[in-house]
Every structure is written in structure tokens, then in C-alpha cells.
């Protein structure tokens, strides 16, 4: 199992940078003593082995945290401190932690930050000798939009994210690079760099993607020298929006994973004509599977619809309908996953449908549309009213409903605005009030992160259609 090939490679104790954020750099040595001592403390502290919250915003920490925990055989669930109070509450309900790591408040579970760092950095600690995760285990939780409101938890076991990591590695076919950092990790699409960077002895490089001033992101990203990147396509047409994000600003860069939603020929063929050496890799996969489940790379002449690849060799996908019968090549329908990616479910007792058994296998129904074409699996749009925004799933009941709690709101109705590709470029939210936009944007604030802040109209009836229901394109027009 990979954990046996990261501990193996932590104990050589090299003074190669592992980790850097900010002007800091950490080496293997030092991020080997890390997870040692906080290991140590969680094998004391946490006997029960009893899931481990770890808050924060992307500090070594976070990420000494995850290994050690999952080498004394603890789940984490990671936390961002971009995330509301009340969802943050609501993810501890759920999960129900022994230990609480960062400056969370109102916890009397709570190591803070200086509290974990004291830990982390006692010299005199003891080397790992065993790994307590089991190949069964639940490995962490990330929690995704759900649609009462209330955030899930998706269970990933060792077994799924072993297979995850080693896929990867055979994909970037690669050792001892930097690798960068976008995306927060609560947020799974930061799995491949995570992992990716210990599994190969690479230099994992933050970019603090929270906010994008365009100086220090650059000044970031040119003193990097990052040979691979992984990020959503939304952040890399950010990027391309000042010319300067080129080869002479990433001179080393030699691969960019996409994942977290739909990559248009546009954004690849504007990264190809500024990098001559660059490879673009597409990747689709839905955090019930374990980061992504396919793969494609993309080519220079880039066609009009890029596919997302073909499956990982543990990984069977079908196209099917809605008697789950298998479709035919080019026939558009649900995209089901069966194989080692499939996560254990969900957290807790979430009614769904999505985790099923299908031709004796564990099969997820992702509620994605698309269709298989000579071999290679394309993706179109979300079934329901799921979107991918940002590179964030959301739900558009999770908004619509959080709204609706908020008193002064009669009726509230959430839709995407999409381009001509059918890519989300804004949620719209129509509601019936009297108080003020502002007011609500500062009342929804509390509630959720803000890539689910919609924009806002307030309106004073909602058009209906032939059947009776709200009239979604009349309102997309008002906008």
C-alpha cells in the first residue's frame, strides 16, 4: 500500500524541500519529525482512533496532520477556514471527533494551531514502526453540497485512495519534481497533489488560491519552477486573462491536471499556443470516486469536444438509462462508475440512491450525462440541478434552501447561467422579499462559502411554464 512506500521514503530524511508556502520551505526531514511527533500524540491522545478534524488554510500542519493520522489509522476530515460556522458546525455534528486540530473556537476538543506546532517540532521523537490503516478503513471524509442544506460526508477507504494515488503516479510518469497547489483541501481535487508530491519525493508548492492578486500569484508561480499543476480549468482561464502567464513566467512547467470540471478546447488551446513544451491532462471523476477515474491527454490540435479519456485499469464505466440498462456507443445517458475507486458512501444516514450494486460490483450513478465514443468517455452536463462552479459540486437546493430559511424570504429560486459551451459562468437566485440585497448576501455569508453566493434579484412574481412550474429560462432572462 502507498503509506508503506511514503513512510519508507519520509525516513531517509533528505534535506529536499517537500513543502513550500509563502517564504517557507520545509524539507523531508523536517516533515518526517512532523508527523512523527503529531503521530505520536494522536496514538496517546486518540485511543478510541476516532475521526480527527484538521482546520486550517493550507499550512504544513494540515498536511503533517493527514499523513500521521492516517498512520495511526484515524480518519481526517479536512476543513477549510473559508467555510461558514454553521457548516462547519454541522460537519462536527456529523462527523463527532475525538480531536479537533487548528484555531476552531467554541470546541473544548480543540489542539490550536501553536498548541500542534509545539508538537510537531520536539526533537527528540520516536520513528514510526507501524502503519495502523487498514486496507478497509476509512481513509478521510470530504464533505460536498447536499441538497436538504445539510453538507455529506463522502467516505474514502485506504483501498480507494491506494489505487487513486498509484494510477496517478503511472500518469505523470515522474520523480522529484514541484508539483503546485491550487485548491484548499477540503476540497479533493487537492488529493493529486497531495499525495502526488510524496509519492514521487516532489516539492509540493502552495499558491493560496483564495484570493487572486495577479502580482503575488505570479511572483508564486515564477519562483515555483513547477514542473506539474493541478487546477480547474476556471482557475486556469483566470490565469490566462494577463498575458504574462506564459513560458518565460513557468519555464519549467511541463504538465497541467484538469479536474474538478468541464475543460473547453479554448482554455487548451490558448495554454498551448503560450507553453511549447506543455502536456494537458483532463481527468473526470466525482468525489464518490476518489479524486478521478479516467484520463485523457490532451493533443496540440485540439478538437471541439475533448473528451475526459478512458478508466483507470480497476474502473469500469457504462453509459446507461434510467433502468440502469446499458447504452450503446454514442447514445447519451447516466454515467455509472463500478470498481476499486467507489467510495464506502456516505457519512451518517443519507438517504440516496447513487451507491448501488450493479452486475455484482459497488457502482456509484453519478447523475452525469454523457456519452462513450470510440473507446473514449465524454461528459456533457449534470443531470439534475447539480453544477460544477469554480471547480466546486454544488447543488443549487443546497443555496435555494438556505435562502428560504432566512425569514423575510417568501420564494426563492436558484438557476445557473451557463455559456455557449454549457459551462456555469454565475448562480442567479430570483427572490420575493422586501429587505435589501445586500442584507441577504451578508445573511448568507454565514451560512455558506462564498463560491455559493449567488448573484441576486429580487423579483415580484415567478413566470410559470406549460406545467405548471417555475419558468427558469423567462427568468434567466431577466437577468
Not at 127 to 143: A, L, P, R
Not at 242 to 264: A, S, V
Not at 347 to 373: E, W
Not at 450 to 477: A, H, Q, S
Request: hydrophobic share 35%; aromatic share 10%; glycine share 4%.
Amino acid at each position: 500500500m502507498f503509506l508503506d512506500d511514503v513512510l519508507e521514503m519520509l525516513k531517509k530524511k533528505s534535506n529536499q524541500k517537500a513543502y513550500t508556502i509563502g517564504e517557507k520551505s520545509y524539507t523531508y526531514a523536517e516533515f518526517y519529525k512532523y508527523v512523527a511527533n503529531i503521530y505520536e500524540f494522536l496514538l496517546r491522545e486518540n485511543i478510541g482512533k476516532k475521526p480527527v478534524v484538521i482546520y486550517g488554510h493550507k499550512e504544513v500542519y494540515m498536511k503533517a496532520c493527514m499523513i500521521a493520522s492516517s498512520m495511526a489509522g484515524m480518519t481526517y476530515v479536512p476543513v477549510d477556514i473559508s467555510i461558514p460556522e454553521e457548516r462547519i458546525k454541522s460537519i462536527i455534528d456529523q462527523v463527532k471527533p475525538k480531536i479537533i486540530v487548528g484555531d476552531l473556537k467554541n470546541y473544548n476538543k480543540n489542539v490550536s494551531k501553536n498548541e500542534i506546532y509545539d508538537i510537531m517540532k520536539n526533537d527528540n521523537y520516536n520513528e514510526i514502526n507501524q502503519i495502523f490503516m487498514k486496507q478497509d478503513d476509512i481513509y478521510y471524509i470530504v464533505f460536498t453540497s447536499g441538497s436538504t442544506g445539510i453538507p455529506k460526508g463522502v467516505k474514502i477507504t485506504y483501498n480507494n485512495l491506494d489505487s487513486c494515488i498509484k494510477w496517478l503516479k503511472e500518469l505523470v510518469q515522474t520523480k522529484k519534481q514541484v508539483i503546485l497547489n491550487q485548491a484548499n483541501f477540503s476540497f479533493d481535487l487537492s488529493v493529486a497533489d497531495l499525495y502526488l508530491s510524496l509519492i514521487t519525493e516532489s516539492e509540493h508548492y502552495i499558491i493560496d488560491s483564495e484570493k487572486l492578486d495577479y502580482e503575488t500569484t505570479f511572483n508564486s508561480l515564477n519562483k515555483s519552477n513547477a514542473t506539474i499543476a493541478v487546477m480547474t480549468p476556471s482557475y486556469a482561464d483566470l490565469l490566462l486573462l494577463d498575458k504574462t502567464f506564459n513560458q518565460n513566467l513557468m519555464p519549467k512547467l511541463e504538465k497541467i491536471i484538469f479536474c474538478g470540471e468541464k475543460l473547453n478546447n479554448i482554455t487548451a488551446e490558448k495554454l498551448y499556443n503560450r507553453f511549447d513544451k506543455l502536456k494537458i491532462i483532463n481527468t473526470y471523476g466525482p468525489t464518490e470516486c476518489t479524486f478521478a477515474v479516467t484520463s485523457y491527454e490532451v493533443p496540440r490540435n485540439v478538437c471541439n469536444k475533448i473528451p475526459v479519456g478512458t478508466p483507470k485499469s480497476d474502473v469500469e464505466i457504462y453509459i446507461v438509462d434510467d433502468n440502469l440498462q446499458k447504452l450503446s456507443e454514442e447514445k447519451i445517458g447516466e454515467i455509472l462508475i463500478t470498481g476499486k475507486s467507489v467510495a464506502d458512501g456516505y457519512l451518517g444516514n443519507v438517504v440516496n440512491n447513487s451507491f448501488i450494486s450493479y452486475q455484482g460490483k459497488n457502482a456509484y450513478l453519478t447523475g452525469d450525462l454523457g456519452y462513450i465514443k470510440n473507446g473514449l468517455l465524454y461528459y456533457i452536463q449534470r443531470k439534475d440541478k447539480q453544477i460544477k462552479y469554480k471547480g466546486y459540486r454544488i447543488e443549487l437546493s443546497d443555496v435555494e434552501n438556505n435562502l428560504i430559511e432566512l425569514k423575510y424570504i417568501e420564494k426563492a429560486v436558484v438557476v445557473a447561467k451557463k455559456d455557449e459551451e454549457g459551462k456555469v459562468i454565475s448562480i442567479l437566485a430570483f427572490v420575493k422579499t422586501n429587505e435589501e440585497i445586500e442584507k441577504i448576501k451578508q445573511d448568507l455569508k454565514k451560512k455558506l462559502p462564498d463560491y455559493m453566493i449567488p448573484r441576486i434579484k429580487i423579483v415580484d412574481k415567478f413566470p410559470l411554464n406549460n406545467n405548471g412550474k417555475c419558468d427558469e429560462k423567462k427568468l434567466l432572462e431577466e437577468f
